[in-house]
């Protein structure tokens, strides 16, 4: 694996709720031994290592999916050439957004939270989610995550304390506003999480985890099939014994390197940046 002369040369990871770019820290060497340039921007108002947000998590509590995807995209229009989006979770859904718009030579979208048109809510998602949506005064707060919560929602192939080490490591207070927007999206008709699903776009590919409360993988499933009719490329593949902790639980080699391969097998030639 290796950038091509007419391939992308930069991967653009993108994180999810209740984690910063800290959760690819491992993806990031590994694609920058093959020669890629690879950044992963936090979330505006998420800058920051996890233990300053957790001490001070104000500036969570205003951001918003629209603020997301416009920082997002600032970011891609500054670069040489159209690079390979890899999202996880929220991190997913926003991969699929940034792809709608026209960005992208290929993007992969890992344990994704679904957007508009997949109607599918899993008691596990609700369980996962009820520390925040269970109170609607949560949406204007940076609600923080437990130790148990966290344990339930992404890590639980491990136990309570092998569990520990990643929530110390990579968990921040949720920001609201996203999973508030994101539990709406099937009701709200303004929602940013509409992707136009009859047009074209780079190739997506869709991975599942096999054990994950929070997306379970039948979900994601059906939100690669639902590309079928755009004449986008969209696959899907399950990763068997895999927690919503997929890239960053042992293992995560094989997720990597897989997910890698299929975007250089499936990216688009490189292009200028569209207007």
């Known amino acids: 694996m290796a950038p091509s002369p ?6 653009v990871l993108i994180h999810g709720l209740w984690m910063t770019p800290r959760i690819w820290e491992k993806w990031m060497a590994r694609f920058e031994a093959e020669g890629y340039t690879v950044i992963a921007p936090s979330w505006p108002g998420a800058e920051g290592e996890p233990e300053e947000l957790r001490a001070h998590p104000d500036a969570l509590a205003d951001i918003t999916v629209e603020k997301i995807l416009d920082h997002y995209e600032s970011v891609i229009r500054e670069l040489d050439r159209p690079p390979i989006l890899m999202g996880h979770s929220f991190g ?10 026209g960005l992208g030579a290929a993007g992969v979208a890992i344990s994704s939270a679904a957007v508009r048109g997949i109607p599918d809510l899993p008691l596990s998602t609700l369980r996962s989610t ?11 707060r940076a609600v923080p995550i437990t130790p148990e919560q966290f344990h339930y929602a992404f890590t639980n192939t491990l136990t309570l304390e092998e569990s520990q080490p990643f929530y110390d490591r990579y968990s921040i207070p949720a920001a609201s506003k996203v999973l508030f ?5 099937n009701v709200k008709p303004g929602t940013p999480f509409k992707v136009h699903w009859d047009q074209a776009r780079a190739p997506l590919l869709f991975i599942g985890a096999s054990e994950d409360h929070v997306t379970p993988a039948k979900v994601v499933r059906k939100n690669a099939r639902k590309y079928g009719k755009s004449g986008t490329e969209a696959d899907f593949h399950e990763f068997a014994g895999r927690s919503h902790n997929i890239v960053g639980q042992d293992g995560w080699e094989e997720v990597a390197d897989y997910a890698l391969g299929w975007a250089e097998d499936h990216a688009r030639p490189v292009a200028p940046v569209p207007a």
């Open 92 to 101: 997913g859904a926003f991969v699929q957004l940034l792809l709608d718009r």
């Open 181 to 185: 927007e994101g539990a709406l999206t």
């Open 6 to 11: 007419d391939g992308p040369n930069t991967i």
């Open 130 to 140: 009820f520390g925040v949506l269970g109170n609607p005064l949560n949406f204007r």
